[in-house]
């Protein structure tokens, strides 16, 4: 059976105020996971049948801002932490549980990103390493894994992988 999902009431509920814990993780990381409160903790959509919460990361070493997608787990799809791009309003790829080099994160080519996320088929998430071809068709992106780059970076440090989901 697959869920429809809501992403504007699952973002609607991401909305918090920093907790000092937050507060102390952005001064020190580049990257981080937080549900708005605590660093580290999946936010529960019982409605949506979802875990959700905050990929924050600077584009660069020297950014002063934090910028974000959105993580959420579905226990109706176990394997994956899916993410998505509120920019675009899009799903982009999604990370194995334990990402390695044999079970990589997989990416979506620029024209099977979708908002709705039962509406992209299985086989469009490719594992790295992957080569795409931006919307622009400039320079071709390379992915090596197991991690794709921060969003934006242009040095490769490679996305953290996030915390384990809750178990049901």
């Not at 675009?88 to 024209?111: E, F, V």
């Amino acid at each position: 059976m697959r869920v429809m999902i809501s992403i504007v009431t699952l973002s609607a509920c991401l909305v918090a105020v920093p907790s000092p814990s937050t507060a102390a993780a952005k001064a020190e990381a580049r990257q981080y996971y937080s549900n708005g409160k605590t660093v580290g903790r999946w936010q529960h959509y019982p409605q949506q049948k979802a875990y959700g919460m905050y990929y924050k990361y600077k584009s660069s070493a020297n950014a002063t801002g934090y910028k974000y997608h959105w993580a959420y787990y579905y226990p109706s799809r176990p394997k994956y932490v899916y993410y998505y791009n509120p920019e675009t309003k899009k799903y982009w790829g999604r990370c194995p549980l334990n990402p390695t080099k044999q079970n990589p994160y997989q990416i979506l080519d620029y024209p099977d990103r979708h908002g709705d996320l039962d509406k992209i088929p299985e086989e469009k998430f490719k594992p790295l390493p992957f080569e795409l071809t931006p919307p622009d068709k400039k320079n071709k992106q390379k992915f090596a894994g197991p991690m794709p780059p921060i969003p934006g970076s242009d040095d490769d440090e490679q996305m953290e992988p996030p915390p384990p989901p809750p178990s049901e």
